[in-house]
């Protein structure tokens, strides 16, 4: 079992940073890859970005590619987002991924989520 919390959400205005944290806990020597994702009202669930606990590699969605970096650090995977547009509005989520998989931009791959923490930007 791996425990995520997220932290760091919250109300902004266009242009705006924010630092989102996800902390893991328990079994986090299960997880190789770590990833953000992000839910609007009425939408699916979408991949933001991805990284390797191990050796640091990164993915991006095209949307957040510039703007956003993931980062790691011992238990805690950050992500760090400049320049935030009203259409970044939703509830991030973080997620633990056990099994090696390749397809790490799909929510499927993922077995564990945190509860999410609410990110909204006015214009």
């Known amino acids: 079992q791996v425990q995520l919390v997220e932290s760091g959400g919250g109300l902004v205005q266009a242009g705006d940073s924010l630092r989102l944290s996800c902390v893991a806990s328990?079994?986090?020597?299960?997880?190789?890859?770590m990833g953000w994702f992000r839910q609007a009202p009425g939408k699916e669930r979408e991949f933001v970005a991805t990284?390797?606990?191990?050796?640091?590699r990164s993915r991006y969605a095209d949307s957040v590619k510039g703007r956003f970096t993931i980062s790691r650090e011992e238990n805690t995977v950050f992500l760090q987002m400049n320049s935030l547009k009203p259409e970044d509005t939703a509830v991030y989520y973080c997620?633990?991924?056990?099994?090696?998989?390749?397809?790490?931009?799909?929510?499927?791959?993922?077995?564990?989520w945190g509860q999410g923490t609410q990110v909204t930007v006015s214009s």
């Open positions: 990284i390797s606990w191990n050796s640091g």
């Open positions: 997620a633990a991924e056990i099994h090696g998989s390749a397809a790490l931009t799909s929510p499927a791959t993922y077995s564990y």
């Open positions: 328990g079994r986090t020597d299960s997880s190789s890859a």
